[in-house]
């Protein structure tokens, strides 16, 4: 019996032990560690959205990552609407860009969700006059952007197709009447 009582001090006293040492020695976490940003020319090339922008609004998603709206100044590669929405991390220590509302920027962006971090080139646009220049050169032919101009135009020819299909559809109904009497 001795020997139970003391059996069950010692693990108590290890179990004791554990617990405070678990929480006065916190466990190693590391923040945000980029290597290098790749050169201009290979971020082009792996990114699948280059541009240029004004930040309009920043908001939040559930997960807490930072959504970005940004009206498209000029698009290098990939974006043809006139505004995009941008995924970062909610801060720099997870690799989340910081945008700031009315600011321009280049950015790169990856995956289907459009997202960009710290480790990319994106950038402030006035920091950006290096990378500027060679995206200038590698897009000789820069993607246009549908805009309210050209999507006015859209809008203005659907009604002329709807009349153009009325008309046709009354020359029928009254060919038909003509054919029975």
Known sequence: MNELKKGF??????????IIFSFTFPTVSYGCSCLKPPKTEKAYEVAQKVFTGKVL?????????????????ESYKGVKTPTIEVKTANNSASCGFHFEVGKKYLVYTYGEQ??????????A????????KILNS???TKQPIKTEATS????????????????????FVLGLNRRKK
Do not use: G, H, M, Y
Not at 114 to 123: A, K, M, Q, V, W
Not at 125 to 132: G, S
Not at 160 to 165: A, G, Q, T
């Open 57 to 73: 609004k920043v908001s939040e998603d559930l997960k807490k990552n930072k959504i970005v709206s940004i009206q498209i100044l």
């Open 9 to 18: 001090s010692l693990l108590s006293s290890v179990l004791l032990l554990s």
């Open 114 to 123: 459009n997202e960009t971090n710290i480790c990319s080139r994106t950038n």
């Open 125 to 132: 646009l006035n920091l950006a006059e290096e990378d500027l």
């Open 152 to 171: 006015n135009q859209l809008d203005v020819s659907i009604p002329f197709i709807i009349i153009i299909v009325f008309t046709i559809v009354l020359l």
């Open 138 to 140: 590698l897009s000789q």
